[in-house]
Structures are given as C-alpha cells and as structure tokens.
C-alpha cells in the first residue's frame, strides 16, 4: 500500500454528519441507559454507598460465581476454535461429493435456540437421556454412566452451540483470503504447516479475533445453560437472576457491574493485541480454490467422516423432532418413546393463536435486522477507514452491547424508557411494540459490525480510492466498490443477526408484551405447561424458519460456505 | 441477488401490521401461574358471560408477575393478576401495584384470606405435599411426613424444584424452619433441617415441568411440591406419580386474585374477578383442577369427591403469618449462601 500517494480523499476527515448521528444513537441508546444500571448499584437507599461492592467482594459464594464464568468463558473460547477452526478449513479446501450440503449443515447449532437447544441436550445425554440410556443399556450397567451436571455439562453445550462463531467467520475470511499469498508462499520453499502459521492464519487473525470476542462474551452472558445444567455450579448470570428472584436489587446490580467489567476488561485485552495488526490482500477477484479428494481410500473416508461428524451435530435436531412427535406425558421409562403422533401439530393448528408469534418473531426479527445492516455498515466503513477523534470510543460502544448480558440491556431500557420525559430523551416504550425490536437491534450491533469490520479490513483502501480519484463520491463509492466487497461479512453477520433475534429469549422474556409476545415465549409457556411435545413443535417450526433463512441467505456468502466453486 | 433481497425484505416489512395498531375490540389480559387448561376454561367461561370481549392470558412464573407490574408500572398491559402466594400479592399492595376492588363473594372469606383495603383476595388453598413414584415406591413404604424424606432410604433420591424462584419450595422451607424454631424465632435448628434435606437432595430441579419428568423416568424417587398439580399430573397423563399429605400438618398456602393499578380495562377486570369466585366458577375449578376453594360458604355437597375426602386429612401447620412475611426472604438468603450443594460436605448422613 504505497507508502507517499496518499491523495486528499484518505486524508480528509470523517464529515461531521455522517459521525454525529451514530455517536449520537450510540450514546442515548447504549450508554445511557445503562448510566442507570450503574446508579442503581450505588445508590442504596437515599445516599450513595459501595456496601454493594463490599458485600461481593468479601463473599465467598460471589467470588465462586465471578471465577466461575471467568473460567468457563475462556475455556469456551478455547473448544469453539479447536472444533470450529478445523472444520472451516476442512470444507474451505477439500472437494468431495455432499461437500457443499455438509458444509452447510455444519452450521445447524446456530438453528437451535438457546432455550430449546438446552432443552434437547437433556433429552438425549441427560440422566435418562436417549445416549445415556443406550450406553446404559448397552454396557449392562445399573446406574447412569454419566450426570450431566457441573462444569464439564455447561461447556458441552457451550462448545455445540458457539464453535459456528469460528466456523463461519473462518470460513468468510477464507473465502476472502487470495490463495497467491499461500501459492507465493509455497513456491518460495515454506512448507505447508510454516504456510499455515505464517501466511493463513496471521491473514485470518482478524476473523479469529472477531469470533474469539463473540464466544468469550456469549459465554460470559449466557444463561440457559448454567441455570438448566449448572446443579451447584455458580455463575454470575445465574447469581443475578437468583439476586432478582430474591428482591435484592442492588445486589443484582452490582453483580451487573461486575459481570460487565469482566467482559469489557477482556474486550479492551484483546483489541490491544489486536491493534497494528492491520493488512489487507490485494483480491484479484480469484476464490479459493478447493482441492478436490482424488486418492482412493481417502474418497470414501472423507465422506464417511463428514457425514458421521455431522449426524453427531444434527442428534440435538433430531431429538426435537422425535418429542415434538411423542403424546402428551407418554414417554417415561423407556430409551426411545414408544408412541407417536401428531397430536402435537394438530394441536399447533388448532390452536391459531399459537401462530401469532411465530408472526411477531418474523416481524421484529426483520425490523431489527434492517436496522443492524444499515448501521452496522456505517459503523464499520467509520471505524476500519474514519479519520476522527472519539474512534476508540466509537469501537469500545460498538462492542459495549456484547459485554452486557442480554438481562442488563432488558433492564436498562425497561428502566430508561419506563418515564415520559422527553427533554432528557426519554420515553414510554415499556408495554409497547416497539421495545423488543429495539432490544434486539441493540443486542446484535456487536455481531453485525464485527463481521463486516473484518471484511472491511480485508481489502485494500486503495480500491476506495481508486474509485475517489476517478471522480466518484462518497455515497458511489461505498455503494459500486464497498458494498459488495464487505457483502459476504455483512450477510453473514447480518444472518447470524436475524437468526439470532428470531429466538431470542433472555431480553424477551423481560421486555414482551401480550401483543409482541415472541416464539421463544411461547415456546416457554408450553414448557411451563407440561406440553413438550408442543414446545418441541414449536422449535421445530421456529429451526424450520432459520433453515429456510440461511438455504436463502447462504447464497450471499459467494464463494464461501455454499456458493458456486471456484 | 441483492434486489431480490431489498424486494423480499420491503415485502416482509410491509405484509406484517404491527400489532397494537389495529382495532381490537375488548379484551382483558390475565397474568397468572394456573396455566394453560385452567385459564383456557375459565377465559372460555368469561368470554361466553361476555359476548365481544376476548380474554388473552399469559402464563408466567409468580414472582416473574411481580417484576413484569413493576416494569409496566408506567405503562401497565395487564388488567388482573390471578394466582399467588399471599405474601407476594402483600408486597405488591404495599408497592401500589394493585387496584381496590371489593367482589361481592368477599364477606364469604376468612379474615386473613384478603387484603384489609381490599386490594387481593384469596380464590384457593393449596396443600403441599410429599410426592413420589409409585412404580419404583409401594404406597406402604412412602414418606408419610416431612422428617421422613430424611430417612436414608432416601439418601440421593430427593428431587427439589429450584426454591428462590418457587412460591411453593419457599412456602415449604419456611414453614419448615417455623416449625423447627418452636415458636423462639431462632432459625438454626430449621437451617439444620434444611442441611440434612439438602443432603439427600440430588438435583435442584429448574421448572416443575422437569420436575415431573425426572420424577415419572425415575431419576429421583421422592419430591415435595403441592396437591392440585400432582392431581393434575394423575389425572392427565400415565406417569407413575402419587403423594402423601403430610400427617403432621402441611403449610397450606393461600392463593388470590387482585386487579392491577392503572389496568386498561377496569371495569371487564373487576367483572373477571367476581367471576372466577363465584361459587359455580369454585366447584369447576374444583371438579376439573383440583383446587380447594378460599370461600367457606359453600354447600359441601356441590364439591367433588376427592376434595370431600382430601379436606379431613389435610391439617394445615401453623405459623405465624407476620414473622414468616419478614423472615422468608433472610433465611431464603441463608440457604441459598449456606446451603446449597453444602449438606454432603458437612457431614449429614
């Protein structure tokens, strides 16, 4: 990237109406509210006092909780990769007959949503779940061979439902990657493990960066599964809810406080690391190229493995699919149920108002996503090309949504926008439509800009400016030359966005109405009335609709996960 | 490719109203615990009593009834809240959550069962319980009282529903540690209890709908939870499930009704309201869900058999109402920080 032919256009300053209106959004939106989260963890009665923090720190259950997600978190981060990485790798370069559908169903744990994820992995390895029951059967053995309680069982699940992070993010910047760099590094004499380490995986560290923070902070907030699995395992997200079940507000926020600090403190860690490790690859508009499995043995065995390892990641699926088939309170004793029926989807069609939200989780997932496109597009081209003061800033309120758990972000605008006070920016949402969409955008500003920031980073400036000095404005150039360049991050991010808010179920359940009330609610309703084979027909249809979103939107990702060869 | 995805998107958009815009017409939202077939019946009642008014409920956890009227207090969406433990409807009087409304059935209730400003009433009593499997436990050899889900038999057999976030665990425990006291107010001989339950528990159980499940596939033998649910359960599905009524004495707690302050429609909630506690709308609730009706006005012979046999067999423990209202929080505090997960390690056997 020439070192002295900076012309005027890279060096001119961000304009003032471009920075103004998303710093703006930033600050009433993300930081605002959460002032209040803050104020109430210090704010005891009438006066301003840290009894809160003191509590925390001096208790040894608190402490267990704080080292608790710490260590989960991080161990998460480290089993996504191992799984996640590989099998990117894996689908990106081998050829094989099935490759693209397999490749495809690699990402299906993203179809499953967290509530109803959590509930299939009892069904099939809890105590007297389908495999533990056939291990049981099979080995003769008079107890369960395995409990799925503690540590071990949250990072399980943990592991199925976040390696898709890696996965897909490898995948997009793979696809973005230009095979020369790895063929002139080959041609010079490195081997292919030296190619790996020193040309492919520093040209990927953006994407590993970007999939490491999304795990690390989907760990640090997730709920579901600690709350289902943990037995006596604390932490923090469960010791809020715990604090907020008992009445103890200021607790849950100063537990709040903590949980976030936590989060951002590994934020700020790995954007430091991640600093000056900026390099773009000249595209050529040249894919990678796959190479296609040509030695006998290996023809049959990659399939083979393709397809085992797959059915594995598909159980959970299959599962659901299986209860949503059983009758009401039939399956008791045996390993697999011995009735089945479809009273279940009968009772799903007769009963219309179990459709509404299926309709209202469309709705305000694709409301919210749109916002997420626009935004986050902005937000990227800001941040990856801006010329300003306040980026650091704008990168750390970016990311600020992830490290607050999805609990905080439902409580902070449930509280913000409970008043009409319109001269401090404040609103009625609470009870309206409008607030879970609002949830939701918030909640997937995160995902949807780090995905389109590494494609952004991905290739070089100087075609922008190529396209500057051949006359074109700003709003051309980010529509003929960045658009389409950062369309495989922004698709992506903006489909895990979607998919994402269709299930989402921690701030819903704080922030729904009867009228907006989402599938995952309903989903939960059915649960709390004894009818799992409902519930699993619901998730049915709700991964139905994730399916039937990525077969669409799979097609953006040209070039990567599913598109045309070459 | 990226029209057709601008084309599907506008369309998506602009087919989907949004909801809240339309006209509606009446409509009266419940929240409440009772689920699903209880409320679809007694909405279907109302609505048939009401012709153009539509009543729409959600089913959601008690304490999660609390903190939705807390956020929605500038906005409420919710016109009653049916279903429980007294002490939860006190806190939400004291809040200005909830509307005075006296019904007309209220003279027929004891003098406890309601708010003295009229702002709650109880509809049902609810026994708790000793409840087991009766495929893997003969009826003989149940725990016929609270001290006997100690007996080692029972060593890693006791499944517990989550207690912070159940009326009913925190109905048990409290009334527990009531007991255990004898009246001194010292709670350390009920700690010790609840320590050597925590013992033999093996699982804290997050829903009761688990609960159920872990129960009938036997990954526990013996729970305790409350009377018209495991009626329930024996009545609506094939799990080998049955229950003791505790020969000791059992909390029994009492269950109400309140209209919510600010609800959007008063008027249909008040009328909801005498509704569901009129003495027709008791004896189905009874017939069809097992539930003991608050009032004591009614002719015993328009009651369901099994409640006429249940009711003499049900002796409800006494405790003193104000101490356990004050307390229950604090010792719920202790047992989650103290006793939780710590009974093993202590060495009760």
Redesign the interface.
């Known amino acids: 990237m020439g070192g002295g032919s900076q012309g005027r256009f890279v060096k001119r300053t961000t304009p003032l109406w471009l920075l103004l209106p998303v710093f703006g959004l930033f600050i009433w939106l993300v930081l605002y509210p959460h002032l209040f989260v803050l104020g109430d963890s210090l704010w005891i009665g009438e006066r301003l006092s840290l009894d809160g923090y003191r509590t925390f720190f001096t208790?040894r259950?608190e402490l267990e909780a704080l080292w608790g997600s710490l260590w989960i978190s991080g161990a998460s981060v480290l089993l996504s990769a191992m799984v996640g990485i590989p099998l990117a790798f894996f689908f990106t370069r081998y050829d094989f007959p099935g490759r693209s559908l397999l490749a495809a169903l690699a990402a299906v744990p993203v179809l499953l949503p967290p509530l109803v994820g959590v509930i299939a992995f009892?069904f099939l390895y809890g105590?007297?779940g389908i495999v533990t029951r056939s291990v049981q059967a099979a080995l003769g053995l008079e107890r369960a061979p395995w409990r799925m309680?503690g540590g071990w069982a949250i990072l399980l699940v943990h592991t199925y439902s976040m390696y898709v992070y890696f996965y897909l993010f490898t995948a997009a910047g793979l696809a973005r990657l230009d095979p020369s760099a790895m063929e002139a590094a080959e041609s010079l004499g490195a081997g292919r493990t030296r190619t790996l380490l020193r040309v492919t995986l520093p040209m990927l560290a953006p994407s590993l960066v970007a999939a490491s923070l999304l795990v690390f902070m989907t760990s640090m907030a997730s709920f579901s599964a600690p709350?289902?699995f943990g037995?006596?395992f604390r932490v923090l997200t469960t010791q809020i809810f715990?604090s907020?079940?008992?009445?103890?507000v200021t607790m849950a926020m100063v537990q709040t406080v903590v949980l976030a600090s936590a989060s951002l403190l590994f934020l700020w860690g790995l954007r430091r690391f991640d600093r000056g490790r900026e390099f773009a690859a000249v595209g050529k508009g040249v894919g990678a190229v796959r190479k296609p499995v040509r030695s006998p043995w290996a023809r049959t065995l990659v399939p083979t493995v393709a397809v085992a390892g797959v059915f594995v990641l598909l159980l959970p699926h299959l599962t659901l699919l299986l209860v949503s088939f059983v009758p009401?309170?039939?399956w008791?004793?045996e390993v697999l149920p011995s009735r089945y029926s479809l009273e279940n989807y009968r009772a799903l069609l007769e009963r219309p108002q179990l459709w509404t939200p299926v309709?209202?989780s469309?709705?305000m997932a694709?409301?919210a996503t749109?916002g997420n496109l626009v935004f986050c597009f902005v937000v990227a081209y800001l941040l990856v090309r801006g010329r300003f003061r306040g980026k650091g800033t704008m990168g750390f309120l970016t990311m600020l949504p992830w490290a607050l758990p999805g609990t905080v972000i439902a409580v902070a605008l449930?509280?913000t926008f409970?008043?009409?006070q319109p001269w401090f920016g404040r609103f009625?949402l609470?009870?309206?439509?409008w607030i879970l969409p609002l949830a939701y955008f918030l909640r997937n500003i995160p995902l949807v800009a780090q995905a389109t920031i590494a494609s952004f980073r991905q290739y070089d400036p100087s075609l922008e400016e190529a396209a500057y000095s051949l006359g074109a404005g700003w709003p051309t150039t980010m529509r003929r030359i960045a658009a389409p360049l950062v369309l495989p991050g922004l698709a992506a991010g903006g489909l895990l966005a979607w998919v994402t808010a269709l299930g989402e179920f921690v701030s819903s359940?704080?922030l729904y109405?009867?009228?907006?009330?989402p599938i995952s609610i309903e989903i939960l309703?059915q649960?709390?009335?004894?009818?799992?084979g409902a519930a699993a027909a619901l998730g049915v249809v709700l991964a139905c609709l994730m399916t039937a979103a990525f077969a669409?939107g799979g097609?953006?990702v040209q070039g990567g996960l599913t598109g045309p060869r070459g | 490719m990226k029209k057709a995805a601008t084309t599907l998107l506008a369309a998506a958009l602009l087919l989907a109203p949004v909801p809240g815009c339309g006209p509606d017409g009446d409509v009266l939202v419940v929240y409440t615990p009772h689920g699903r077939d209880l409320l679809e019946h007694f909405g279907e009642g109302f609505e048939a009593r009401h012709p153009g008014v539509q009543v729409h409920w959600l089913d959601m956890g008690s304490q999660e009834v609390l903190e939705r009227l807390r956020s929605e207090r500038a906005n409420p969406q919710a016109d009653v809240w049916w279903g429980a433990p007294d002490d939860m409807f006190i806190r939400a009087a004291e809040d200005g959550l909830l509307a005075s409304f006296p019904p007309s059935w209220a003279e027929h209730l004891a003098e406890d069962h309601m708010d003295p400003e009229s702002r709650w009433f109880a509809t049902f009593l609810t026994p708790e319980v000793i409840a087991y499997n009766s495929a893997a436990v003969p009826r003989s050899e149940a725990p016929r009282d609270w001290n006997d889900v100690l007996d080692p038999r029972w060593r890693d057999q006791v499944l517990i529903r989550e207690p912070l976030a159940s009326g009913t665990m925190r109905a048990i425990f409290a009334a527990i540690i009531y007991r255990e006291s004898e009246g001194t107010g010292d709670p350390t001989a009920g700690y010790d209890w609840l320590l050597r339950l925590d013992a033999q528990t093996k699982e804290y159980v997050l829903n009761p709908t688990l609960l159920y499940q872990k129960l009938a596939r036997q990954e526990g033998l013996v729970t305790l939870w409350n009377m018209p649910d495991i009626e329930t359960l024996k009545a609506t599905t094939d799990f080998p499930i049955d229950y003791t009524i505790p020969e000791g004495g059992t909390p029994v707690v009492v269950d109400g009704i309140a209209v919510v302050h600010g609800a959007p429609s008063p008027e249909l909630a008040q009328a909801f309201v005498e509704y569901v506690g009129s003495e027709e709308a008791l004896q189905e609730a009874a017939e069809h869900f097992f539930r003991i009706p608050a009032r004591t006005d009614l002719d015993p012979a328009g009651l369901p058999e099994w409640l006429r046999e249940a009711l003499p067999r049900i002796r409800p423990m006494e405790v003193e109402r104000a101490t356990l209202l004050e307390q229950t929080p604090v010792w719920m505090r202790h047992w989650d920080a103290n006793i939780r997960r710590r009974g093993q390690a202590q060495g009760y056997e």
Do not use: P
Not at chain 1, 244 to 248: L, P, T
Not at chain 1, 430 to 433: D, E, M
Not at chain 1, 527 to 532: K, N, T, V
């Open positions: 208790s259950s009892l105590e007297s309680v709350y289902i037995g006596g715990q907020k079940v008992s009445g103890e009401q309170g039939t008791t004793m309709a209202n469309l709705q694709t409301l749109a449930a509280t409970s008043v009409n009625i609470v009870g309206s439509f359940i704080l109405t009867y009228r907006s009330r309703s649960l709390r009335a004894f009818d799992f669409l097609r953006f």
